[in-house]
T-cell receptor, first 116, second 117 residues
Framework: ETGVTQSPTHLIKTRGQQVTLRCSSQ?????VSWYQQALGQGPQFIFQ???????GRGNFPPRFSGLQFPNYSSELNVNALELDDSALYLC???????????????FGPGTRLTVL | GENVGLHLPTLSVQEGDNSIINCAYS??????FIWYKQESGKGPQFIID?????DKRQGQRVTVLLNKTVKHLSLQIAATQPGDSAVYFC????????????????FGKGTKLSVIP
């Protein structure tokens, strides 16, 4: 177990609705990254949060947004859900190197989102 | 576009044999690579990593080889066990397009390893 938890484990929504997914990072980690994993594909980077601010974003539209809280936990919000948003959403926490470089990321179990 | 990909989508090996999973990457600026194992219903689990200033790194039963000349990465699993059955991803760790000091993982599609008892 990595110590990264996510909730809920499964979620069913209909097209057009909004969803909020939650992630608690591993103790001592101040950086949270979110990934979308479609069935049979590798995870795709959505964005990263560091010290409560977005610090890097992948190729996802603005309807994907997030928050990071003072305790470093994080939320992923998706507005105007589309059928293609159905996927496993993973969060990963990591510590921040002195030079801000990449560090090992520890993944949570993910939230399975189904959009009908 | 730049991507990380795998040569073989599926691999079946006999229990006790060695497994080799290959990966090609295209971003020559990448300086850190990671192999992850993902079992059904779980998030990716770190196996082993390697930095670009190395060409080989060994762990417990696993070895990662990096060939920067041809941009190729491989994961070798010795004495493969049924518990090794999973999907394996290589990931490239590189600076994000935005955000000072931001790094993101770029994953390939994965190779499914099936171990035959």
């Amino acid at each position: 177990e990595t110590g990264v938890t996510q909730s809920p484990t499964h979620l069913i929504k209909t097209r057009g609705q909004q969803v909020t997914l939650r992630c608690s990072s591993q103790s001592g980690h101040n950086t949270v990254s979110w990934y979308q994993q479609a069935l049979g594909q590798g995870p795709q980077f959505i964005f990263q949060y560091y010290r409560e601010e977005e610090n890097g974003r992948g190729n996802f539209p603005p309807r994907f947004s997030g928050l990071q809280f003072p305790n470093y936990s994080s939320e992923l919000n998706v507005n105007a859900l589309e059928l293609d948003d159905s996927a496993l959403y993973l969060c990963a926490s990591s510590g921040r190197g002195l030079a801000g470089g990449g560090n090992e990321q520890f993944f949570g179990p993910g939230t399975r989102l189904t959009v009908l | 576009g730049e991507n990380v990909g795998l040569h073989l989508p599926t691999l079946s090996v006999q229990e006790g044999d060695n497994s080799i999973i290959n990966c090609a990457y295209s971003n020559s600026a990448s300086d850190y690579f990671i192999w992850y194992k993902q079992e059904s219903g779980k998030g990716p689990q770190f196996i082993i990593d390697i930095r670009s200033n190395m060409d080989k790194r060994q762990g417990q039963r696993v070895t990662v080889l990096l060939n920067k000349t041809v941009k190729h990465l491989s994961l070798q699993i010795a004495a493969t066990q049924p518990g090794d059955s999973a999907v394996y991803f290589c990931a490239e760790n590189r600076a994000s397009n935005s955000g000072a000091g931001s790094y993101q993982l770029t994953f390939g599609k994965g190779t499914k390893l099936s171990v035959i008892p």
